[in-house]
């Protein structure tokens, strides 16, 4: 994991604590929801999913990344036009 503060904060630590302490309520609730319902070949990948929203939440920027993303506006390539150049199902 890459400790490297993001616009001067701290990361969030990749724990089940910390990902809930950095959502918004809202979102808590079903990231709480979520890792509840996780098994043990799921709860992995339930938590980094969470542990990059929250990283997201965090910044100051967020909120502008994540309006970009919706909007088809954000720099890069999507990562389903990537798969279908590649070929992938």
């Not at 701290?10 to 990231?31: D, I, M, N, S, W």
């Not at 098994?39 to 910044?59: F, H, K, M, S």
Request: aromatic share 4%; no cysteine.
């Amino acid at each position: 994991m890459n400790t490297t503060p993001v616009h001067g904060r701290q990361p969030v630590a990749r724990t089940q604590g910390a990902v809930a302490a950095a959502l918004p309520p809202a979102q808590r609730k079903e990231f709480h929801r979520e890792m509840d319902e996780a098994d043990e070949e799921t709860i992995d990948g339930v938590l980094r999913r969470w542990w990059l929203r929250a990283q997201l939440y965090r910044d100051p920027e967020g909120d502008r990344i994540q309006t970009a993303v919706r909007s088809g506006t954000a720099p890069g390539t999507p990562a389903s036009t990537v798969l279908r150049r590649l070929g992938a199902p």
